[in-house]
């Protein structure tokens, strides 16, 4: 069926745009601490920086999850156009196939998009990829190094600040490595993913036709 070819390319460039915006929006992520972290900076600036950094972070999440959101509403909205026009293709071929079996393969096809999107775009969201590692938790761990008594114990008055100072900054570079570390390795699995489920969603639709040309 050509329109069913038609809708397999539809939903895998919808897919994609899940996919892609994700990943842009972890790349932002990405280059905002890696930024922080080239950057040589005074010590009473990193508390500044490490606030700012938060705030930014918020912003790139809201806008890139707004965006997988409104493509997930043309999912839906090419979900049920599927499920109507390829219902009534089917109506067409009523002497020529078994219209309830084709009809219950349109569903189980239906059904597939829907556990592959659907599940799929959930953990693509930021909101839920920066609470699976905690990336606002750590941030606060790195603000927390420039608050309260320091971070190497009782120390002489009059070393303290610098001390803290050294002890903080090495500790402040090494947790925005953390992150990077960690960002990088979740981009290289959404991209791995992405391949997978194109590949699955391919193989539904391959099914599909399959069970409709028998």
């Not at 993913?193 to 391959?206: A, D, I, R, V």
Request: charged share 25%; net charge neutral; aromatic share 12%.
């Amino acid at each position: 069926m050509d329109l069913s070819k038609e809708q397999q390319r539809i939903f895998k460039d919808l897919l994609m745009k899940i996919f892609d915006k994700s990943i842009e929006g972890l790349n932002e992520t990405l280059n905002e601490i890696r930024n922080l972290k080239r950057r040589n900076l005074l010590y009473d600036l990193y508390f500044y920086k490490i606030c700012n950094l938060k705030i930014n972070l918020i912003s790139i999440q809201e806008q890139y999850d707004s965006n997988i959101r409104n493509i997930l509403y043309e999912v839906k909205e090419q979900k049920e156009y599927i499920k109507e026009i390829l219902s009534n293709t089917l109506n067409q071929f009523e002497t020529n196939i078994n219209i309830e079996e084709s009809k219950k393969c349109l569903n189980e096809l239906i059904n597939e998009i829907v556990y592959v999107i659907d599940n799929t775009s959930h953990q693509l969201l930021l909101k839920s990829i920066f609470f699976n590692f905690g990336l606002f938790s750590s941030i606060e761990s790195i603000k927390s190094l420039f608050t309260g008594t320091g971070v190497l114990g009782i120390v002489p008055f009059r070393t303290v600040f610098i001390i803290n100072s050294t002890a903080s900054e090495i500790m402040f570079r090494d947790k925005l490595e953390e992150l990077n570390i960690k960002l990088t390795w979740i981009i290289q699995n959404i991209t791995i993913k992405k391949n997978q489920q194109l590949e699955n969603l391919n193989l539904y639709f391959n099914n599909f036709q399959i069970k409709f040309i028998h």
